[in-house]
C-alpha cells in the first residue's frame, strides 16, 4: 500500500529561522506530490504541487518544495518562516480519490 | 463564490444518536470526498463521489453513509454513533479526475460523541 512519511510531528523556531519538512513517499506509479497547510481554526489549503516539470516547486507564501526522486522526498523549505506560519502542514502523494495524506507536522514560529 | 461549505461547525452527540453532515460547493466540481482528521494521523478517505448519483467506499467507511442527488451537495450520515467517530470531518472537492489536480476544502466540522 502506497504511504507518505512525515518526519517531524512537533517543530518548534524562532523567527527568521530556517524551515525544512521532510516527506517520503512510497513509489505508485505516477508522481503527484502536494503540500497542504492547515493555518489554526482554518480549512486545509493547498501551498504547492509537482506533477512533472522542474522539480523544485514554488508555491504561495515563499514555501518551495524539492522533489527528488532517488530519495523518494518531497521536502518543503523556507529560507525565512514568520510567525503567521504557524501552522499544520501536510504531505500528500496521489491526488483525487487516491490522495494519501501525510500524519502532518506541527509548527510552531516563536516571535 | 463561497467554495465548499460544512454545517454544523460543532456537535456533540450522545452515543446511539445519529446525524447528517452537510457540504456544499458552488464549484461545479464533479469529485467530492469526506475525510476525517484524528490527531497524528493525517486525513483518512471515508467515502468519495465522482458524480451524482455515484459515491464509492474510501479507507475508513464502517459507520458512515453518503448519497449524492445532486453536484453542489454530499451530505455524511451517521446512523449510530460511536465514540471512535469522535474526530473533525472534512469535505473537499475536486474539479477533474486528473489527479495532479488539487483539492479545495471545506472548514471542518468538530464531532464529538460522548
Known amino acids: 500500500a502506497q504511504s507518505v512519511s512525515q518526519h517531524n510531528h512537533h517543530v518548534i523556531l524562532s523567527e527568521a529561522a530556517s524551515l525544512e519538512l521532510g516527506c517520503n513517499y512510497s513509489y505508485g506509479g505516477t508522481v503527484n506530490l502536494f503540500w497542504y497547510v492547515q493555518y489554526p481554526g482554518q480549512h486545509l489549503q493547498l501551498l504547492l504541487k509537482?506533477?512533472?516539470?522542474?522539480?523544485l516547486v514554488k508555491g504561495i507564501k515563499g514555501f518551495e518544495a524539492e522533489f527528488i526522486k532517488s530519495k523518494f522526498s518531497f521536502n518543503l523549505r523556507k529560507p525565512s518562516v514568520q510567525w503567521s506560519d504557524t501552522a499544520e502542514y501536510f504531505c500528500?502523494?496521489?491526488?483525487?480519490?487516491?490522495?494519501?495524506f501525510g500524519a502532518g507536522t506541527r509548527l510552531f514560529v516563536k516571535a | 463564490n463561497a467554495g465548499v461549505t460544512q454545517t454544523p461547525k460543532f456537535r456533540i452527540l450522545k452515543i446511539g444518536q445519529s446525524m447528517t453532515l452537510q457540504c456544499t460547493q458552488d464549484?461545479?466540481?464533479?469529485?467530492m470526498y469526506w475525510y476525517r482528521q484524528d490527531p497524528g494521523m493525517g486525513l483518512k478517505l471515508i467515502y468519495y463521489s465522482v458524480g451524482a448519483g455515484i459515491t464509492d467506499k474510501g479507507e475508513v467507511p464502517n459507520g458512515y453513509n453518503v448519497s449524492r442527488s445532486t453536484t453542489e451537495d454530499f451530505p455524511l450520515r451517521l446512523e449510530l454513533a460511536a465514540p471512535s467517530q469522535t474526530s473533525v470531518y472534512f469535505c473537499?472537492?475536486?474539479?477533474?479526475?486528473?489527479?495532479?489536480?488539487?483539492?479545495?476544502f471545506g472548514p471542518g466540522t468538530r464531532l464529538t460523541v460522548t
Open positions: 509537482y506533477f512533472s516539470g522542474d522539480p
Open positions: 500528500a502523494s496521489g491526488g483525487g480519490f487516491k490522495t494519501i
Open positions: 473537499a472537492s475536486s474539479e477533474h479526475r486528473d489527479t495532479n489536480r488539487e483539492q479545495y
Open positions: 464549484m461545479n466540481h464533479n469529485y
